[in-house]
């Protein structure tokens, strides 16, 4: 381990790929990682590498890492375990910049692959070259069309994953996708050879490409360093981590109560909320987090106004604002004076208020105009399902959006008619969740991300 | 460092209670007012400094768990009972333990009780030196009420910590009692992680427990790990 980011650009962005064990057998990884970056679209020069020769979708073979021309940026190491380590002498002889390992059978199997693992490790410390894996799925920076991976090419846009499983890759940026969203950079780690969590997290913490990173975690490779590089990042963007391996307690006799209490879990769950990441329980979260808070500002004090047009779902999200620790105050007199000028006589304008029965889409708007003067710090917008103008309620709650100073959430209730209506208010910066509880939910991190910046500066 | 610490790891042994407690003093981390008797005699002079009841607690290097081999005795009313809580727990404790290294008696005023708390301090593997904030009694034991962070603590980490709690709520006050004084258990909080950081030795701490209470707090037992290697 080399404990810096140096060198992850040439993986990133590399100028030239050769992809090592390239096949023609649409069956073998040999082939589909060359189809993906082929049919990805991949800009600079691709070289097969095959002892065999013969062509790869087109391109013809480079008998070996020796006959490459010198300095290409990546090579992608698609070869059996046995041929690995003369593999990476022979790319760090050819003046290869970085690699990728998609090989397994290493350190996880344990005896013979952990032998070899141990041998890469002596054989990397010595070098500027970067390895990521071995035992990974590659990785992907969808921006610039380099997909050194099998996983799938996802829709483009700005949030990142860092994950220690290869498969939780398509499984994130399609989530992200149905909702609307789009993956930067997707990175599967491995057996964190040389790239690790850390320098990955530093690296995607200063491009300017991400705006969230999304981490899937089951250890700490470089904990510390990792930590103090998460506290920097926070305060640029969000970070919102999945860490598994909630269960043991490890549980031995100890010296005192405390470390018979520091079960691994406890202790990572104190360090991570301390340099403001957002840890996530369940993959839902980590979905529901990911999205959100790429989405909207952080809020910045805990009062928040509720807008609805029926009472039931008010009242619950009013409850599981109030369990969160969020202040729901009825807006100034004067400001209720100005909303009954044009809410139906039935509706209720204190907090949360209640339009009734909305026959005007112009009354959100006007609302929200309104109570963005109170010194609130966030709005939940609640839509029930009887609209036939969706779309030009979700115009009208974007302009809104973009003329109140404060984050703007939407609760929309009924989620067969979401799809393209979500899309339409998450490319537009507006997070919609069907249920105001996972709305409030998401509110209430970020507001305890603006209590952590508040925080930080004053340090 | 502590010339305390320094001294004791020089010599490759842990703290006795006393000497943690005048460690955590001097850190501004506040224990009930104390002496250290070497004799029964001794104890009865010390126990003029301070109001009754008082409290005998056996100091010795070899014993960890003092109330288990009845090396704590509670609700002593006056310097006679002092005196003979002295000679009896010494006896108690040569018949059970032979071979402990006995080294007197700590001697202290017995405490109102308060709110139970846990203050601690271990090493983890992967992020290093971390502390433990958690509700004691059947809190720590049975709900496992505790919450971490990595030293060193900022004000707001401290704040945080309480914040994170899950029965945060018997800081109001339950059955009667006034809010509790977090702003002490804020500062108590902060000087520990600085006690904590400027003496790396340290390997293992636990303050258990600190009552707290309307007004300030105290730890009334203590005890530290050193490690020698360093």
Redesign the interface.
Known sequence: MKSSSHGLDSLFCPQSIAVVGASADPEKMGFRVMRNLVEGGFRGPLYPVNPKGGEVLGRVCVPSVRRLPKGVDLAILVIPRSGMLSALRECIDADVRSAVALTSGFREVGEEGDRVQEEMEALLKRTPFRLLGPNCAGFLNNLQDVYASIEIRPPKGNLSLISQSGSLMSAFASNMGARGLGVAKSVSMGNKVDVTEADLLEYLGEDEETHLIACYLE??RE??RF?SIAREVSKKKPIVVLKAGRTPEGKKA??????A??G?D??????L??VGIFRAETLDEFYDLSYGLSLSKPLFGNHIGILSDAGGPGVIATDAAVGYGFRILPPSQENQEELRRFLPPFSSVANPIDMTFTRDVSWYARALGLLSKEPWHGFLVIIPSHFTVRNELAETLIDASRHIAQPLFVSWLSPWEIPETMRQLTQNKVPVYTTPERAIHVMAKLASYG??LS?QER? | MHPLIQQATTHHRNLLEPEVWEVLNAYGIETPPFRWARSPREAKQLASHFPFPQVLKVVSPDIIHKTEVGGVVLGLRDENEVEAAFEAMEQEIRRTLPEADLRGALLCPQMQPGRELILGKVEDPQIGSVVMLGLGGIFAELLRDVVFRKTPLSAFDAKEMIADLKFHDVFKGVRGSGPLDLEALVRTLLAFSRLVEENPAIKECDLNPILLYEKGLCAVDARMLLSFSE
């Open positions: 250890d700490l904990g510390k930590l100890t010296f005192s109560h405390t470390g209490l520091a691994e406890r202790v990572i769950d104190g360090a909320r301390q209590r952590w925080n340090l």
